[in-house]
């Protein structure tokens, strides 16, 4: 119940909350679909530079991500959040105005820190604006929508760059939209949080808990970013058209979305270490079926699975933070985990190349190879459990 004066959080909060998560995953690739025209437009760029363009934003999240924590625990998150929009609609939309691919570059920085802003802030929010059922119910919608974003952003993206490279970068004016709606709707929390534990005092296990926490959304993350940077040649080989990749990676984003919002039922009969262990072995389940060639039935129920099973890595995540945390620590704590996050795509990147090599260039053996991965981290995640087990008996 809260007390005289406190602020109680509406339906515009959740909305204003909800609508900036969009941009979490992809939002600095909303302009992907406009990299062959811009090569075009600045032929004296590489394609290297040109591809930055994408790229930088999530190494701006990576490197400021702690510092905008430190900041909206110091200054108040609400404000940062509202900072953080601004800068994304500013930073974001420059692109239209600029001529030059070094400047462009400067504003891709602004927009990463202008999302990696909105990453914390929001997080941080719903740890403090709500509590229980409520906050599971609300990470649940915060998960799901950060799906949803990948399909509005990548749509968005690809219309505007049918009419012309510059257009794709007035999509992120709609942060504007964030900014007003989160002045009106919101203030600072008043309610002071005190940890599951009862005290707000930090001690070994939330430092635990924390690195286990980090791990599993890097970890889940890179996993789930291979998947459809490779699965168009995959099915290639198959004979598929490029429709055809995209619906796949299509469902495989309802599936995790689904997931996300399924997290509150799941919840209720699975505890968030056996969730972990289970979301990592079905992610593993489904990689490895995808072993087996030429059948597209198959192709889908493994995206089902994988989706499924990674989808829920983010709310658990978001939920077990939310429970070490203090009012004083949910930015910072919550600044972490937004590194974790968009080091995964950098990483995915990196070791798929190898991985591919490790395969014989064989995308069946890649995929098996990543089952083994999910499953041998799920198997890892269950060593406590088990231990707990026999302890107890």
């Not at 039935?297 to 089902?304: C, D, T």
């Not at 658990?316 to 996050?341: D, E, F």
């Not at 795509?345 to 999910?374: D, H, N, R, V």
Request: with cysteine.
């Amino acid at each position: 119940m809260k007390g005289k004066g406190e602020f109680i959080p509406s339906k515009w909060t959740l909305l204003f909350l909800l609508l900036p998560s969009t941009m979490i995953m992809m939002g600095g690739a909303v302009v992907a679909p406009a990299l062959p025209a811009i090569s075009e437009a600045f032929p004296e760029a590489s394609q290297t530079m040109v591809s930055l363009i994408v790229t930088v934003p999530g190494l701006a999240v990576t490197t400021t991500g702690f510092a905008i924590g430190w900041a909206s625990d110091r200054f108040g998150k609400v404000r940062m959040l509202a900072l953080s929009a601004l800068i994304t609609a500013i930073g974001g939309s420059a692109g239209f105005f600029l001529d030059s691919i070094p400047l462009i570059l400067v504003s891709r920085f602004a927009v990463g820190v202008g999302i990696g802003g909105m990453t914390v802030t929001t997080t941080a929010l719903i740890s403090e604006y709500y509590t229980g059922n409520d906050r599971i119910r609300v990470i649940s919608y915060q998960s799901a929508a950060m799906g949803a974003g990948i399909m509005f952003l990548e749509v968005a993206g690809g219309l505007t760059a049918d009419i012309g490279w510059r257009e794709p970068f007035l999509v992120y004016m709609v942060a504007m939209v964030f900014f007003f709606g989160i002045i009106m709707s919101m203030r600072e929390p008043t309610t002071k949080i005190v940890k599951a534990s009862g005290s707000e005092k930090w001690d070994r296990h939330d430092t635990k808990t924390v690195v286990l926490c980090y791990s599993a959304a890097f970890l889940g993350l890179m996993i789930s970013y291979i998947l459809p940077t490779n699965l168009p040649y995959y099915v290639s080989e198959l004979g598929a058209s490029g429709l055809t990749s995209g619906i796949l990676i299509g469902w495989f984003g309802v599936c995790e979305a689904i997931s996300c919002m399924m997290y509150r039922r799941i919840s209720m009969v699975m505890d968030r270490k056996g969730m972990m262990v289970f979301s990592f072995l079905i992610a593993g389940i489904g990689y490895s079926l995808m072993f087996i060639p030429n059948s597209f039935a198959i192709i889908i129920v493994s995206l089902a699975l994988i989706g499924f099973g990674l989808g829920l890595i983010t709310p658990i995540v978001i939920n077990w933070l939310s429970t070490v945390v203090t009012n004083n620590t949910s930015g910072k704590i919550m600044g972490g985990y937004s590194m974790a996050l968009n080091m995964a795509p950098f990483a995915s990147s990196i070791i798929s190349a190898p991985l591919l090599a490790a395969a014989s260039s064989s995308y069946e053996t890649m995929f098996l190879l990543l089952g083994m991965i999910s499953l041998i981290i799920g198997a890892l995640c269950a060593v406590p459990l088990l231990k707990r087990k026999s302890a107890t008996e």
